[in-house]
């Protein structure tokens, strides 16, 4: 049985018109901003705001970068701002790749929990050989007869070298296939946040690798956190300039985007405790 509409009733349906007309607002600025964003394809610049993600830049390229009446000088400022990122990269990366195959190199020679390795595996062949003519039956007994009397005996000086030798390739090989993270144009979020990761990834495996085998690591203060994070920040920023001059929304914006068109509130919004970092404009609680 249906029962009688009611002034509740009619207070809810006012909430709920009342919420729809926010969203068609929401939609319509959004709409807005991204024609706005079109307008303004192939002009690097930027409307002002605030310095947030800036750190690191040079007052006289963020001036210039902030000139929308000067659409060469805002084109060759970023130009610039990209030359100077590549060129950092490309320091970054060739310092990172010399310490990789120097610590290969002191791989190289071995160490005394080599050489412990070594005359563990050796004192085990020669018992097992010892059991083989004992026995007679070629199979061996005891603890060393789990190896095979067909085993090579231990060549250490070979095993060295074959484990130096996969490490060093190891690196060529990793360098080799991520060295083109920055070569497209123009660049994407994706572009610089797998060179970051590369970066970083690369230097705590060489850490590991060394740690590992059990060696002193002498290269621990080569490698710059603090530079990739300053080449990080300059990097977001670019990213942002390069977007905003294509109409491109970055991936938060999407997001973003995608919440209020649906109605949903976003979980980004008004958040202070949600910074985002970074190209892939991933949040760091």
């Given at each position: 049985?249906?029962?009688?509409?009611?002034?509740?009733?009619?207070?809810?349906a006012k909430r709920r018109s009342a919420a729809a007309k926010a969203r068609r607002s929401r939609a319509a600025e959004l709409a807005e901003k991204e024609e706005a964003?079109?307008?303004?394809?192939?002009?690097?610049?930027?409307?002002?705001?605030?310095?947030?993600?800036?750190?690191?830049?040079?007052?006289?390229?963020?001036?210039?970068?902030?000139?929308?009446?000067?659409?060469?000088?805002?084109?060759?400022?970023?130009?610039?701002?990209?030359?100077?990122?590549?060129?950092?990269?490309?320091?970054?990366?060739?310092?990172?790749?010399?310490?990789?195959?120097?610590?290969?190199?002191?791989?190289?020679?071995?160490?005394?929990?080599?050489?412990?390795?070594?005359?563990?595996?050796?004192?085990?062949?020669?018992?097992?050989?010892?059991?083989?003519?004992?026995t007679g039956d070629g199979k061996g007994t005891g603890a060393a007869g789990s190896l095979s009397a067909f085993s090579p005996p231990v060549d250490r000086a070979n095993?060295?070298?074959?484990?130096?030798?996969?490490?060093?390739?190891?690196?060529?090989?990793?360098?080799?296939?991520?060295?083109?993270?920055?070569?497209?144009?123009?660049?994407?979020?994706?572009?610089?946040?797998?060179?970051?990761?590369?970066?970083?990834?690369?230097?705590?495996?060489?850490?590991?690798?060394?740690?590992?085998?059990?060696?002193?690591?002498?290269?621990?203060?080569?490698?710059?956190?603090?530079?990739?994070?300053?080449f990080e920040t300059r990097a977001t920023k670019f990213l942002e300039h390069s977007y905003g001059s294509r109409g491109w929304l970055l991936a938060h914006e999407i997001?973003?985007?995608?919440?209020?068109?649906?109605?949903?509130?976003?979980?980004?919004?008004?958040?202070?405790?949600?910074?985002?970092?970074?190209?892939?404009?991933?949040?760091?609680?």
């Amino acid at each position: 049985t249906l029962r009688p509409f009611s002034s509740d009733d009619a207070e809810a349906a006012k909430r709920r018109s009342a919420a729809a007309k926010a969203r068609r607002s929401r939609a319509a600025e959004l709409a807005e901003k991204e024609e706005a964003l079109r307008r303004h394809m192939e002009i690097y610049s930027t409307q002002g705001g605030d310095d947030t993600g800036t750190r690191g830049v040079d007052a006289s390229l963020k001036t210039k970068m902030r000139q929308p009446d000067d659409g060469g000088a805002s084109i060759k400022a970023i130009t610039d701002e990209r030359d100077f990122l590549v060129a950092e990269a490309s320091a970054m990366t060739k310092s990172l790749y010399r310490t990789c195959l120097r610590s290969v190199e002191i791989l190289r020679p071995g160490n005394d929990r080599d050489d412990a390795d070594f005359a563990e595996r050796e004192e085990a062949q020669l018992r097992m050989f010892d059991d083989v003519d004992s026995t007679g039956d070629g199979k061996g007994t005891g603890a060393a007869g789990s190896l095979s009397a067909f085993s090579p005996p231990v060549d250490r000086a070979n095993e060295l070298e074959s484990r130096a030798e996969y490490y060093a390739e190891w690196t060529r090989e990793n360098f080799a296939q991520e060295m083109d993270c920055l070569a497209t144009e123009p660049w994407r979020e994706d572009d610089v946040a797998r060179y970051l990761h590369f970066l970083r990834v690369g230097e705590e495996r060489r850490r590991w690798v060394l740690k590992d085998y059990g060696f002193d690591d002498p290269f621990g203060d080569v490698f710059d956190p603090d530079r990739v994070d300053s080449f990080e920040t300059r990097a977001t920023k670019f990213l942002e300039h390069s977007y905003g001059s294509r109409g491109w929304l970055l991936a938060h914006e999407i997001a973003e985007a995608e919440h209020e068109q649906n109605g949903e509130p976003c979980i980004f919004d008004d958040d202070d405790d949600f910074l985002f970092e970074g190209p892939a404009g991933s949040a760091r609680k």
